[in-house]
């Protein structure tokens, strides 16, 4: 079977060693959820070519669409595109047409360190993005984008307004009884329905008029409702607080 | 050689399905980096116990300290438990301290189902906790974590008072030179430096005075000086806005 959805692999060793606050995973998840792209995985590792080579790899195992973050760029430490390159078994190239739009950019100030922003794995598309003259490297389904958050925002839109997903349907039920009481219908119910995702979270905030939120989400919205129909059929008389 | 450091995986669908954004994560990079642990990956993943054992498999491999998040408690969702020791190759046991524990805490509404959170990897070890009735599960060098977040941090500060760290020591340079123009000194010495770990930052921030930071840190505060020198040495004259 053909691998579907997304996976993500964060290169930062910033992140690791809380220099930043990795923005880029999170604001990633909440778009592709917005597209109904499904993430498989996410994965920050250190601006290593080993390790980015091997998360890389997995990432394509495991999902049809792959995003990087970070490790591009000019210095040392940006071997993202070498590492890409590795993953999928091609050498790294220099695109004259990246050349060229970098010698446009840095008339005066061109350095043999700059062109080595127009390096990519052979076979590589850019992908123009409105309003900047940096365009989105992509191979294959693989995008690799930058790591500095407002290029990362800006060139996932641009990527994501060209991929198709399809949305998932959520519903929610609110319990005033523990996991420990609602265990055996919530497993029941998820063992004979394989395709509806069932999640339940403990929340610990006496505040909040609840202690169990679950959460059932499927593509197949008919699934969806029966399984909610199952639910409270099945649950203790007078623990569901509310549904959404 | 054996590992060192840590790595951390994450499970939880409700993170990679944007329902909640993971705390836990930012928090352990946060803790870690203090008590001077070095972090070598984070990786989230789904309540999917085969990609779980080989999250938790490769973070052995990567670290010699794994901490899991989530995926620990009664329902069909929390597989973590059976996935460790699937990944460490140990049997699930009942834990008849554990058992105690819970028919203390939970006299009149003990379910089948409760009883599932005594359950651990064979040769587990409980870590009590001050102030809460609930320990630390522990197998060897894998500690798991509950997802909640308030569990999750008072349980990671149990584990760190008992864990030796050594601390990083780090300089910063602001530059008023973009990447593409300090590549070259920055690669030399990192090349010739390789303990010493350089890292290069652009910033998109017009209303900053500089727009490269340059990070440079080892637990060797002399080789961190001495790189620090040449750097500064090397780099463009006028180019070094401050240090740090």
Redesign the interface.
């Known amino acids: 079977m053909e691998p579907t959805g997304a996976a993500a692999v964060i290169i930062g ?10 923005a880029n ?2 604001h990633l ?2 778009r ?2 917005e597209v109904g792209i ?10 290593e070519v080993d ?1 980015i080579v091997e998360a890389v790899a997995r990432a394509r195992m495991r999902a049809r669409y792959v995003f990087t973050s970070g490790g591009i ?5 940006d071997v993202t595109v070498r590492a890409v390159a590795l993953a999928m078994g091609r050498k790294v190239v220099r695109l004259p047409e990246m050349v060229a739009l970098i010698r446009q950019k ?1 008339v005066d ?6 062109l ?2 127009a390096d990519a794995p052979e076979g590589a598309v850019l992908i123009a993005q409105p309003g900047s003259w940096y365009p989105v490297l992509t191979v294959g389904d693989v995008f690799l984008l930058p790591g ?1 958050p ?2 990362f925002r800006s060139q996932l839109d641009a990527v994501l307004a060209r991929l198709r997903g399809t949305p ?1 349907y959520l519903r929610v039920l609110y319990l005033n009884q ?7 219908v ?2 029941r119910v ?2 004979d329905m394989p395709h509806v ?8 905030d006496r505040t909040l008029d609840y202690v169990v939120k679950v ?1 059932v ?1 499927s593509e197949d919205t008919a699934a969806v409702e029966t399984a909610m129909l199952r639910l409270q059929a099945g649950l203790p008389v007078g623990s569901v607080v509310r549904t959404e």
């Not at 499904?38 to 601006?47: G, H």
């Not at 760029?73 to 430490?77: A, K, N, S």
């Not at 995702?197 to 610990?204: E, K, L, N, V």
């Open positions: 060793n910033e992140v690791l060693t809380a220099k930043v606050v990795d995973g999170p998840i909440r592709l959820r499904p993430l498989r995985s996410l994965e920050i590792v250190p601006d390790v760029g000019p210095t040392h430490d840095a100030t061109l350095t043999a360190e700059a080595r922003l500095v407002q290029l998932v523990g996991e420990s009481a609602v265990a055996a919530l497993d998820a063992l995702a069932i999640g339940s979270y403990p929340m610990f959460t989400e």
